[in-house]
């Protein structure tokens, strides 16, 4: 018997005559997934777009208009935009602090040119090419620099010749704080030919200080579920402040959890002592070593290249996916196997170099080292895996909410006296939704789970017994592996 409750439009009070048919769509949808990628950084006072909101950028050309052109964000946009168009993606563009301080470097020319040949000048890993005739003095080569750098309007740097020495270059960042510092000057870094005779001496832009607070960023990102977050920044105050935010945004009472994806630059020893200070499940941070793209590019780059495919699968490892448009350190300074495994040990995420000289992610894993006790864990070491509970979490919210939106809650031994039509919950009908969702879904369309006999053993579901209305529901779900290492010995016979 269907009882006039159970319609949702129809009202049971209803005399006049007619044929009323309602519908309802509960066990036609299905919930798809479509992850947002967040990205955070400096925008130069050309760009039109108000510091500290959210705006949706689909180009390029957009972000050049919104955040001024060669400006930190538009940069990193540009380059997530190369990888891909598809993934959403939403910017925060940020002032400089009030108190930033603009890294400084600069070239020092003393010897001129022999032959006639332009040099190929890289700047945090963009080449400017200068113009230089042979027999040109010092001064006219330090003058030659200022005028190539200042015309292209996507240097990070902006150039100026020394007020006492006339053959000295002046380059300042065109934004304050520290990313400033990760500024990278040489040159023919492809194996580009020197203009001979050319002495030329670099020195490294420091002084950068006081980067932007986060604020404005955490306050603006609201109650929207960021995926992933690009994150420009790793001083204490700007990591410990997403880590904090991403961390609420996972628990139970907010759902909306993401990854944050930073990158570091300096020596071996330099990036492990930023891993081991850091300890979370939500953020990666590639080090970089001494490479001539900036850190700002390779998190940028990283991030759109892991949301790409944790998109698609969050279960299925990034290692091999190439880092597009990354120039990686020269190959004498490059970590070797045993250097990037301590790495792998420090919470550092690490990449490798392909024969082509393109950078590939090797192991994105997580700073997340140790447990609340201090004791060593391992549980949220790849980022696969909060990836992958976060995306289980949403299948299971989905189909309850989709299937049982407004179901009332009985015992499983009621059941039997209530008509069949009756929108009633019982802790049964949970476990048996839950059951199908792991082994049809989960494990047969997906491929993120596996041990089915474990988990349907494990698998609890009860009315709360000082609360009708609360279905309490215990699940231990397996997550699968990554086929990341292959461990075999040969036993050759004679």
Known sequence: MISSTVFNEIPASLRVPGWYIEFDNRLAGNAVFMGKLLVMGQKLAGGSQEPGSLVRVTSKEEADELFGRGSMLAEMMRAIKDVDLYTETWAIALD????????EGSIDVTDGPTNTRPLALYIAGRRVWVEMTGGDEPQAVAEAIVDAVNTDDRVPVTAAIDGVTPSKVLLTSRWGGETGNDIDLRDSVKGEQRPAGLVATYTQPTGGAVNPEMDPVIAAMGSEWWNWVCLPYTDTVSLEAIEGELSDRYGPMRQIG???????????????TLGNGRNSPHLTVMGTNLAPSPTWLWAATNAIVAAKSLGIDPARPLQRLTMPGLIPPAEDLRWNDAERNLLLFDGIATYTVASDGSVQIERQITTYQENASGVADDSYLDINTPETLERIRFEQISLFAQKYPRHKLAADVDREFYDPSQPIMTPKVARTELLNL??????????????????????????DPSDPS????????????????HAQQTQFRR
């Open 96 to 103: 400089d602090a009030a108190l930033a301080v603009k890294a």
């Open 258 to 272: 993401g990854r944050a994806f930073a990158a570091y630059r300096g020596t071996h020893s330099e990036v492990a």
């Open 438 to 463: 792991y082994r049809l879904t989960l494990m047969g369309a997906y491929g993120w789970t596996r041990d089915y006999a474990g988990y349907a053993e494990s698998l609890r579901a009860n009315i």
């Open 470 to 485: 609360r279905l309490n529901v215990m699940d231990s779900p397996m997550l699968i592996g990554q086929y990341r290492v």
